[in-house]
């Protein structure tokens, strides 16, 4: 049997073999180290690169590590597309966090309002749909209808925030009085800018308004109305002693009004004075003339200055010293602007008693005018009186006048001049001397004084002197005393009650009688200035339907034409037929019949006072009249 071969032991091979060995872990981990480190530095380049500092990065293997908070949400999803441009993708492992973002603030509700003669247009964010829908039935109601109103509002689900509800109801129940506007509505503040049809309107809108405001709303408003057309434009001044006073005072805006106002206080004027702004401006630099010409009658010392247009008139106190005076024109006239003309005037008085001839005319509050005085030559005196009669009336003039040749130049054109300033009072008197036209009195005219001045630098010319002194007195003033409309209805429906507007039978033809009763009713109408009125015909109901129908419009048209040939302004006023259809009393007695044959008089209210359809009336009345034969019974309905 043979062993088997046993083969030697070779320690020195084992050690070789086991030497490699450590020498290859030696080698691997080295080698995992310097992997390690060319990933991070090469990522942590590449991050400085983008300015991305946040980001930490360490290496483990074959793995890059990134942490850190990012900004936001992008900034972080960059962080990780900027190492994959480095090492593989699959190598990079997301450990960054995202900064928490901050809370969303609740959107800035606000609505823009735009109301003009097409319609109403919204445009803005509110909150809720529930308050949209609201303000939609409201602005439909405002607007006339859904075709009228133009809705771009959008709408954010939060709370309706603090003040906004308050905001809201103000703005909506302001703009049913302006026609004209653009309203912003914010939380706790609304924003009106609207336009009025004059002054008046402009100062009631305001005072109304602002009398509305709740009291955590606050109200930023401006109104304006359109300026008034001033011509010749006017200012009127006089000193004397210290005291300072306009007589007239015209300014093309509002900062003219103030630089004249100031020079006028530095003058000497104590308390408010009123500058009208309007247009007719001959120049923009007015305000810079009438400051210079107020400075020049306060260098003087006293007298008065009149601008109209670009001509000045500048007269001084009687007497003055001559040096002193030449001065201050000389330095006048350089300082007026280049389109500026001045004339000035030193009065000399001289020893002696002089006979200052005089004219004079007096108006009484009844409208009688008496006229005393002195004229040159009959003629004169024929043409002086039926001036004043074209003035004042023929049956109110009382002539006391005498007849003399010692007059000056121009005198009956002073004198014509005068009677057409007191044609602007109520009452007053008006004197003509040599020097000066005096006028003095009271008007119910807040201008009356503008006005006046006016008139007198217009005839005058610019180097005459006249004196105003007019008050103006609120009883006086017939806008203020107008009759209400209820006032106005009542007098009618007296007037109506004696006697009725009849008609020619089964015609829309007034019968003769009717003329007294219509002339009653005309001159109440014009007393009682642009009221809203319907005028309604009725019929009692015998015959067809669409005959009285028709019946009844051509009357009301027929009262309406003969109210206007008696010079009513009818701009204002409907006529409506209706037929049989609003009886007062029983048609089946003729008394109830007669009684339902009428035209009233009806009160619109401002809403209600649109133009009717009165040519679709009147079609309807021709067709009416073609129709078959009209019955007995149809032609005995005669007007109520």
């Not at 190598?91 to 509700?109: E, G, H, T, W, Y």
Request: with cysteine; charged share 25%; hydrophobic share 40%.
């Amino acid at each position: 049997m043979r062993l088997p071969v046993q083969l030697p032991f070779n320690l020195p091979m084992v050690g070789t073999f086991l030497f490699a060995a450590f020498l290859s872990v030696v080698a691997a981990y080295f080698t995992a180290l310097a992997v390690e480190d060319v990933s991070e530095d090469g990522v942590l380049d590449a991050l400085e690169a983008k300015n991305m500092d946040w980001v930490e990065v360490h290496a483990e293997g074959l793995n890059v590590f990134l942490t850190g908070v990012a900004p936001q949400e992008s900034d972080r999803f960059i962080a990780l597309s900027v190492a994959g441009t480095v090492v593989d993708a699959a190598r990079v492992i997301d450990n960054m966090d995202v900064q928490a973002s901050v809370a969303l603030a609740p959107p800035k509700f606000s609505i823009e309002i735009l109301r003009n003669d097409s319609g109403i247009s919204l445009i803005g964010l509110v909150p809720e749909e529930n308050n949209r829908q609201v303000i939609l039935r409201r602005m439909t109601s405002i607007a006339g209808g859904s075709d009228n109103l133009s809705d771009f509002m959008e709408v954010a689900e939060h709370p309706v925030p603090s003040g906004w509800s308050q905001a809201l109801g103000f703005a909506i129940e302001s703009l049913e009085d302006l026609p004209r506007a653009k309203v912003s509505v914010e939380s706790g503040r609304v924003t009106i800018t609207a336009m009025a049809d004059s002054p008046e309107e402009k100062i009631t809108l305001q005072a109304r308004i602002r009398g509305n405001v709740p009291a955590d709303v606050d109200l930023d408003l401006t109104i304006s109305s359109p300026l008034p057309v001033i011509t010749p434009f006017t200012l009127r001044a006089k000193l004397e002693g210290d005291t300072f006073e306009f007589d007239a005072c015209s300014a093309d805006t509002t900062e003219a009004r103030d630089q004249i106002l100031t020079a006028a206080a530095q003058a000497g004027m104590a308390g408010d004075a009123d500058c009208r702004v309007g247009l007719g401006v001959p120049t923009p630099r007015w305000a810079d003339a009438a400051e210079v010409a107020i400075n020049a009658l306060k260098d003087l010392g006293g007298g008065s200055v009149t601008i109209t247009d670009a001509d000045i008139a500048l007269i001084s106190m009687p007497n003055m010293d001559a040096a002193r005076f030449d001065r201050v024109v000389a330095e006048t006239k350089k300082e007026l602007p280049e389109v500026f003309t001045l004339h000035a005037t030193l009065p000399i008085i001289e020893d002696g008693e002089v006979q200052i001839p005089e004219f004079g005319a007096t108006l009484s509050p009844e409208g009688l005018v008496q006229l005393r005085g002195k004229l040159g030559t009959e003629l004169s005196r024929t043409t002086i009186r039926s001036y004043a009669q074209a003035r004042f009336g023929s049956d109110s003039i009382y002539d006391a006048t005498r007849l003399t040749d010692t007059l000056p130049v121009g005198w009956a054109n002073r004198v014509m001049a005068g009677l057409d300033a007191l044609s602007e009072l109520h009452n007053g008197s008006m004197t003509v001397t040599p020097d000066v036209v005096d006028v003095r009195g009271q008007s119910g005219r807040e201008d009356a004084g503008t006005r006046i001045s006016q008139v007198l630098s217009a005839k005058l010319g610019e180097a005459e002197h006249f004196s105003l002194n007019v008050a103006y007195n609120d009883a006086l003033n017939p806008l203020a005393n107008l009759p209400t409309p209820e006032e106005c209805l009542a007098d009618i429906q007296a007037t109506q009650s004696d006697s009725k507007i009849l008609f020619e039978s089964g015609s829309g033809t007034l019968d003769k009688s009717a003329g007294p009763i219509l002339d009653q009713i005309a001159e109440i109408l014009k007393a009682c200035g642009g009221i809203r009125l319907q005028i309604q015909g009725h019929t009692d109901s015998q015959g067809r339907e669409s005959m009285n129908q028709a019946l009844s419009q051509n009357r009301a048209q027929s009262v309406l034409a003969a109210l206007r040939e008696r010079r009513v302004l009818t701009g204002n006023f409907q006529a409506v037929g209706f037929g049989e259809t609003q009886p007062i009393a029983d048609n089946e007695t003729e008394e109830g019949r007669e009684a339902n044959r009428r035209i009233e008089f009806v009160i619109l209210a401002e809403e209600d006072a649109e133009d009717s359809a009165e040519a679709d009336a009147s079609e309807d009345a021709e067709a009416g009249e073609d129709d078959a034969e009209t019955t007995e019974e149809e032609t005995e309905n005669v007007q109520n």
